[in-house]
């Protein structure tokens, strides 16, 4: 090889790496369906650590964010009643973890039930727990949101469907992928 094909090499691998990106590929388990919905997935970001979970750094500038800088702590996977830092479920989303928000100041039980049935088929980790949680966000763009690292579905309304296509791309960009999640 020459010094000069030598040097296009690295560009080369580079420009083969971003035509192999997930984003196209069908959800694993071929889920009849799926095909439907577009779960595209967001640009790379730093996913390191910030020193205080209310840090204006956290995020990749996205609404909701679902990647980028992130505080050091993470929640536990549960349904929460109160909003949650976006700081710190940005660090689950590292994890594997998915994240389900809503934006309901009327209330909207019967939607937020939707999520519960979701977060109850999300993976589980060793220890039992599953790997979601759930939470109001009064950021929202939509009343909906669900989330994996990398990876946002907006809706008006809660779509089981589309839910269950989602978490079947679970773990799959994540930089820490699988770990645990304390209930």
């Known amino acids: 090889m020459t010094g000069r094909m030598l040097r296009a090499l690295p560009a080369l691998l580079f420009a083969l790496s971003l035509a192999c990106d997930s984003s196209d590929d069908p959800p694993p388990g071929g889920m009849e369906g799926c ?13 390191s650590h910030v020193s205080s ?9 996205e609404n909701p964010p679902n990647s980028g800088l992130h505080c050091p702590t993470w929640l536990p996977c549960r349904s929460y ?14 994890h594997g973890h998915a994240v389900f928000l809503y934006n309901c100041p009327e209330g909207c039980a019967d939607e937020v039930a939707k999520l ?11 220890n039992g727990v599953r790997r979601a949680l759930i939470a109001p966000d009064a950021q929202l763009p ?16 809660v779509d089981p469907d589309a ?21």
């Open 142 to 157: 939509k009343r909906f949101a669900a989330m994996l690292w990398r990876r946002t579905y907006l809706m008006d309304s």
């Open 116 to 126: 519960e049935a979701a977060q109850a088929r999300a993976a589980q980790g060793s």
């Open 163 to 183: 839910l269950a296509c989602l978490l079947a791309y679970q773990d799959r960009e994540a930089p820490e992928p699988g770990l645990l999640c304390a209930p």
């Open 81 to 94: 009643t109160e909003e949650q830092p976006r700081c710190s479920w940005l660090h689950n989303l590292e």
């Open 53 to 61: 979970c209310s840090s204006a750094a956290c995020g990749n500038g």
């Open 35 to 47: 095909e439907a919905f577009a779960f595209p997935l967001s640009g790379v970001t730093d996913a």
